[in-house]
């Protein structure tokens, strides 16, 4: 990786997914998401693998970023998964806005303006209102994430009161041993969710603009539902799961202090 | 800069050494009073002839043993204080003739009812505000406090020896602001980290004339080193204010991560930092209503309103040119939390960065303060 770098890469390592985004030339030349697993080292050494595959490795300059950041250990740098939430954010959405990421292992807000990271506030010493939540209770319901969306767009939210992750476990477990159907307790989970976010949202004070980054981007039924707790519409894009990687990317671009 | 120098005294070091001489005093006779605030007017106590023991209240260690008794949803220094007394762990505690506490919140006020089964807790009842009634309160507790002193240890303390306690008292004040004041030179002369370290350990040297030629001595010594070495050099690194709560419990988990990231605590608006130390007693008043005046005037959180506090703030932002602030608040202090409302729009209304930390002495959160600090000081790079 002596050469002068051509390639930028952003490896953005989540506790459920780790994704990549490769750049050059300011463009996008590249992306990829793998699984997290359970060992970040292994995952990292996979994505370096992917990297060579495709032919970046050998003019490459690379940032990490995410929950596991330090496993990377090839990285050029590493940044906090907020100030590149915040960059990534800014290039694919480009106007000041507050950034909901809700993440496999935490909830985010990030304020930005004028491309700088403002304000963040985590909530990340409890499962409830983040990824994990839905994650445990699909892995209750026998279904996937995909499914557990599908579920709950066709489903009456059930009440799930219990704020903590394995309280609530046990209230859906009496919903399922009551008879209720497994769309209805689906829907329970993400509105449990959706209520969470919305609330810390409130507390961290919102811009005009709101986006929502991180995996849970990809369910349109819970884009509607925080939509619905926020009561202002809640945006999104294709791209969105890839803003913390494509962060990091643009960091790697852009720093001066790695050339 | 966190080169510490090769003399450093670890909090830990300060601490045992205190004990040692703690016994001392006790082996000749001499009077140990045990203190936790700094709201108690320590210039009482030199008057007594007796040595004020800072109390042990910044470790998780007795947090287990004093939650058989106390609720778990309560700031680990009020549970740690107790925890402490309870597992008779704390040599300064145990040294105490009594123990003086003060009302400033309501966990504090409660626990004392507790500790005064393990030794005789007198407690300070501190007014809520600051107006005429507030002080003339505040004015009897004083004297309450003298007399409580003087029947304890069949003694008569004169105005004399108040008037020279308050001398000495303001000296050893000015010497330890002199110190903290390091904090406004740019760059920055000192780590903040070695700053709070010597501070807090120097509360465990009884001798104040002792305490301020160290002090003095070692201010001149990092200046004389500034000057030659550093003088005229701009630096990069954020400057950071520490505000909130006292921190002695969480220091090595917020500060020192801190400047290893690479920013510079140059000051602090805590208990063990300059809030106290500003506000010297006015010599020339009368001497209870001088020393009431300058201890109901700290900056502490339970005061209602505390617009001084967002005051000083504001002014030491200027004085210390501040990137960032950065707020500790100690789980369940509910007056510093709340609080924190108005400190966070003090700091951005000056357009300065501001970030909240809610923590307690466990390591539980080391991770995840890591991630809030360095995304924090990502935003404030230059």
């Not at chain 1, 080292?41 to 595959?53: D, G, P, S």
């Not at chain 1, 903590?164 to 993400?190: L, M, N, P």
């Not at chain 2, 500003?278 to 617009?307: G, R, T």
């Amino acid at each position: 990786m002596s050469t002068t770098p051509v390639y930028f890469a952003g490896i953005d390592i989540g506790s459920t997914a780790s994704k990549t985004v490769v750049l050059k030339d300011g463009k996008i030349e590249d992306y990829f998401v793998l699984p997290t697993g359970w060992n970040g080292r292994e995952t990292a050494n996979a994505i370096l693998e992917q990297l060579k595959t495709r032919g970046y490795a050998d003019a490459m300059r690379c940032v990490a970023t995410g929950y596991g950041r330090i496993c990377v250990d090839y990285a050029d740098k590493i940044v906090t998964e907020i100030t590149c939430h915040g960059k990534g954010g800014w290039a694919i959405f480009k106007k000041n806005m507050t950034i909901i990421d809700v993440g496999g292992q935490d909830t985010k807000m990030i304020k930005v303006i004028d491309g700088q990271v403002a304000d963040f506030l985590m909530n990340d010493k409890c499962a409830a209102g983040t990824g994990k939540f839905i994650e445990v209770m699909a892995t209750r319901l026998g279904a996937d994430l995909n499914e557990m969306y599908e579920m709950a767009a066709h489903g009456q939210p059930l009440a799930i009161s219990a704020m903590c992750t394995v309280f609530a476990e046990s209230e859906v477990i009496s919903h399922i041993g009551s008879g209720e159907k497994r769309e209805d307790i689906a829907a329970g989970v993400i509105h449990s969710v959706a209520s969470r976010v919305a609330n810390l949202a409130a507390r961290f004070g919102l811009e005009e603009n709101i986006v929502l980054t991180g995996g849970l981007c990809e369910s349109p039924y819970f884009i509607q539902t925080l939509s619905d707790k926020i009561g202002h519409p809640v945006e999104t894009d294709a791209f969105a799961r890839y803003a913390g990687a494509l962060g990091a990317a643009l960091t790697a671009a852009k720093r001066r202090d790695l050339e | 800069m966190l080169n510490l120098p090769a003399n450093f005294e670890t909090y830990a070091e300060a601490r045992k050494a205190g004990f040692m001489k703690m016994k001392e005093i006790k082996d000749n006779g001499g009077r140990i009073v045990g203190v936790y605030c700094s709201f108690v007017p320590q210039e009482l106590l030199m008057a007594a002839n007796a040595a004020a023991a800072p109390l042990c209240a910044s470790s998780d260690e007795p947090i287990p043993a004093a939650e058989t008794k106390l609720p778990r949803n309560l700031c680990p220094l009020i549970k740690a204080s107790y925890g402490f007394a309870l597992t008779d762990t704390c040599p300064y505690f145990y040294f105490s003739d009594f123990i003086v506490g003060e009302t400033t919140c309501d966990g504090k006020r409660k626990m004392f009812e507790l500790m005064n089964e393990l030794k005789e807790t007198y407690v300070m009842q501190l007014p809520h505000s600051r107006d005429e009634a507030a002080l003339r309160s505040w004015t009897g507790e004083v004297i309450r406090l003298k007399e409580k002193l003087e029947d304890f240890y069949h003694i008569t303390i004169t105005e004399d020896q108040i008037r020279d306690a308050i001398r000495l008292k303001n000296h050893e004040r000015r010497a330890m602001l002199g110190f903290l004041e390091l904090g406004k030179l740019n760059p920055a002369p000192i780590s903040g980290y070695e700053m709070g370290t010597r501070l807090d350990g120097l509360g465990f040297n009884f001798d104040l004339e002792e305490r301020i030629a160290i002090i003095e001595e070692r201010t001149k010594e990092v200046l004389a080193d500034w000057e030659a070495n550093y003088k005229g050099k701009e630096s990069t690194r954020p400057r950071i204010l520490i505000t909130g709560c006292p921190n002695s419990g969480v220091r090595d988990k917020i500060i020192k991560t801190v400047e290893e990231l690479g920013a510079d605590v140059v000051a602090f608006d805590c208990c063990n930092g300059t809030r106290e130390k500003v506000e010297p007693v006015d010599e020339n008043m009368p001497i209870y209503d001088a020393l009431a005046k300058k201890y109901l005037n700290i900056n502490c959180s339970v005061m209602s309103p505390n617009n001084s506090r967002m005051q000083y703030i504001d002014e030491m932002i200027d004085e210390y040119q501040v990137d960032g602030v950065i707020e500790i608040i100690l789980q369940a202090c509910h007056t510093y939390n709340i609080e924190s409302h108005y400190v966070k729009q003090t700091v951005t209304n000056k357009g300065k960065s501001y970030l909240m930390i809610e923590t307690d002495y466990s390591q539980a959160d080391k991770g995840q303060i890591l991630t809030r600090l360095e995304a924090f000081l990502e935003t404030l790079e230059k």
